[in-house]
Nanobody, 126 residues
Framework: QVELVESGGGLVQAGGSLRLTCAVS????????MGWFRQAPGQERECVAA????????YYSDSVKGRFTISRDNAKNPTNLQMNALKPEDTAVYYC???????????????????WGQGTQVTVSS
């Protein structure tokens, strides 16, 4: 069993920063890929960042590249998503997710992630 608990969302002005945190707990430890997704009203869920089990492979969507940073420390937990230079179009519910079947990859496909956090709202005002 895997549990993910997110925190750190909120309201921020354009140009500001937020740091999302995802605490991951396992009944039996396993290697995993961590992904951060977002979903705005009326839009599909999209992957904004992902990192494989040892940090050797990292993905960022074009829309956040250079502004968002995913980080993880498997020894310390949790995993973070640092979001800088936020824009109104970044407004969405953000989810962390874990892929335990392909820990060597950094998949961007939501269907490949089995475990999900509850989601946290990020709102960026103009």
């Amino acid at each position: 069993q895997v549990e993910l608990v997110e925190s750190g969302g909120g309201l921020v002005q354009a140009g500001g920063s937020l740091r999302l945190t995802c605490a991951v707990s396992f009944r039996n430890f396993m290697s995993y890929t961590m992904g951060w997704f977002r979903q705005a009203p009326g839009q599909e869920r999209e992957c904004v960042a992902a990192m494989n089990w040892n940090g050797g492979i990292t993905y960022y969507s074009d829309s956040v590249k250079g502004r968002f940073t995913i980080s993880r420390d498997n020894a310390k937990n949790p995993t973070n998503l640092q979001m800088n230079a936020l824009k109104p179009e970044d407004t969405a519910v953000y989810y962390c997710a874990v892929d335990v079947n392909r820990p060597w990859s950094a998949s961007v496909r939501p269907e490949e992630y089995r475990y999900w956090g509850q989601g946290t709202q990020v709102t960026v005002s103009s």
